[in-house]
């Protein structure tokens, strides 16, 4: 348009210009002509690609502002006094106490104010992708697939309100749970917060921000007026909290120390309710607790969620944590070690017991083809341990093999578990075995 106003604008000029004007006007060839016209449109496309520029300044602008730094005590400061004025009106439970509609609102105004309340005490979360590599290295969860999933692992991934609806409305029940025992119970479960890439348990506004003059322990009707008044100030203080944090993200020395030092549950538990098996410092600390349990008591239920776990997934299966097992293989040979030995026999005349009714509680869960494969894996690694000790100890193998058919017929199925030298190991305890029977046998005669 602009560009057909200029032409009709030179037209006019050439009708009223002088004689002189009229001369060079004829004058001018084609190819002028053709210059000028050239000059114009790069001028016009040049006016054009500034307007476009102005634009996209215009848009970046916008979104700048749409993601500048909100201030969160302002922003949340009616609701968070509300939470405090909440805590105030129920005698003990905190949020668990509170309706189910408070528990969703508060719990997704918490986990923003833990974001910004740790980084303003130092702390940098990872980046997305760095935070799923590592909850899958430590937890062996994929933080990609549903929390139905992942609950079997007692693990869950926060779902924020523009989230997937359909795992919306689940979480939402699950802080509605009326059970701890219940699988998908929110409350007091390890949750991964995406995006903001921390772990916490049960998140909640007090965790993250404080009002001044409110007591440090618990508050009740005389702190409304310092509750509804009080200055808002984050005060994040969890040294578990950092630590874990650390730990799990960065790989943090400083960090593990400080949690073998004051946070040992944490670590034993990335083994017990989740497999990680490959740090032989954690698997001593889950080593030395077992022993300890296992002393005065003379039970090994201690060996349940240790050195084999039943995986509660779609299709369960028993997982063997063979990390554990070599751990407790390179223990020196001292009279503490041949506890090992007491333990696994134990454990290994449990899981070989045909009687099922006489079986403990905590080995019902396995079926008899998995305890077959605990015992297999436990002999294996008795023989081993035995071996190091000075002698072979086969008596339990022995016996099974010789008198379980099913159970020897399951390892052959199971070509042996892949174990080094189980299958050689499996025919000489065999045939050692049925001379021995034929010896006292003969003796009988």
Not at 333 to 341: D, G, V
Request: proline share 2%; aromatic share 12%; net charge neutral.
């Amino acid at each position: 348009m602009i560009f057909l106003t200029a032409l009709s604008h030179m037209k006019h000029q050439g009708k009223c210009s002088d004689a002189l004007s009229q001369k060079v006007m004829r004058k001018t060839t084609t190819r002028d002509m053709a210059a000028l016209l050239l000059a114009l449109l790069v001028i016009l496309l040049a006016s054009g690609c500034n307007t476009s520029g102005a634009k996209k300044q215009q848009e970046a602008s916008k979104d700048t502002t749409a993601t500048a730094k909100k201030d969160l005590l302002r922003l949340y400061d009616k609701q968070i006094r509300a939470y405090y004025l909440n805590l105030t009106e129920i005698s003990d439970g905190g949020i668990l106490s509170m309706s189910h509609k408070a528990q969703v609102e508060y719990t997704d105004i918490a986990v923003e104010l833990i974001d910004e309340a740790i980084r303003r005490k130092g702390y940098k979360p990872v980046d997305n992708e760095t935070a799923r590599k590592a909850i899958m290295k430590y937890f062996g969860v994929d933080v990609t697939q549903s929390n139905d999933i992942q609950v079997t692992r007692n693990f869950r991934t926060y779902i924020f309100k523009n989230g997937n609806a359909a795992e919306r409305a689940k979480q939402e029940k699950a802080m509605n749970e009326h059970s701890f025992e219940e699988q998908g119970y929110f409350w007091n479960r390890l949750i991964y917060v995406p995006n903001y890439n921390y772990i916490a348990t049960s998140p909640t506004i007090d965790m993250a921000v404080n009002i001044k003059g409110l007591p440090d322990e618990t508050i009740d009707e005389s702190d409304r007026k310092t509750i509804r008044h009080g200055k808002l100030y984050f005060n994040f203080n969890d040294s578990i909290f950092f630590n874990e944090n650390n730990f799990i993200f960065y790989d943090s020395k400083a960090a593990f120390s400080w949690l073998k030092k004051n946070d040992t549950e944490f670590l034993i538990n990335l083994l017990r309710d989740y497999g990680y098996d490959k740090n032989e410092e954690i698997n001593k600390l889950v080593m030395a607790n077992m022993l300890k349990e296992y002393t005065p008591v003379g039970e090994p239920w201690m060996l349940d969620n240790t050195v084999a776990c039943k995986k509660k997934t779609k299709h369960p299966k028993v997982e063997i944590r063979e990390g554990l097992l070599k751990s407790i293989l390179k223990q020196p040979a001292t009279e503490e070690n041949k506890e090992w030995e007491i333990l696994f026999n134990d454990y290994i005349d449990y899981l070989l017991n045909e009687e099922e009714q006489k079986l403990p509680m905590w080995m019902t869960e396995f079926t008899k083809k998995e305890r077959y494969k605990v015992a297999a894996y436990l002999c294996y690694y008795l023989y081993k341990i035995s071996k190091k000790n000075g002698y072979a100890d086969t008596s339990l193998l022995g016996h099974a093999l010789y008198y379980n058919h099913a159970f020897y017929k399951y390892i052959v199925d199971q070509h042996y578990f892949n174990l080094p030298g189980f299958e050689a190991l499996c025919y000489k305890v065999y045939d050692d075995y049925d001379t021995e029977v034929k010896i006292r046998t003969h003796q009988d005669e």
